[in-house]
């Protein structure tokens, strides 16, 4: 399934660095908040309109509880990068 986002257009000669500039953005996230968000956008779009919104609150309210999400918060906060636990 496709869902016809772009992010941006680069020439062709950049495509494979831009890749990797914004693999490497999902790399420095939190493994655990990725899986979820994964898993919560999987769930979503396979729902129709309200179930999916309701997901995506009950998904948003879950990594809220995480310790990554209190590091994310905590590491912002003080202007350094987060330490994530896995």
Do not use: H
Not at 8 to 27: G, H, I, K, N, S
Not at 36 to 52: K, P, Q
């Amino acid at each position: 399934m496709s869902l016809g986002l772009v992010n941006r257009v680069v020439p062709e000669a950049d495509v494979m660095c831009e890749a990797r500039a914004l693999a490497q953005t999902f790399c420095d996230k939190s493994p655990v908040v990725m899986r979820m968000g994964r898993t919560a956008f999987l769930r979503a779009n396979d729902s129709d309109y309200r179930r999916g919104i309701a997901t995506a609150v009950e998904s948003f309210g879950n990594v809220f509880a995480t310790d990554d999400a209190r590091e994310g918060i905590s590491a912002f906060v003080e202007k350094r990068k987060p330490y994530w636990q896995e």
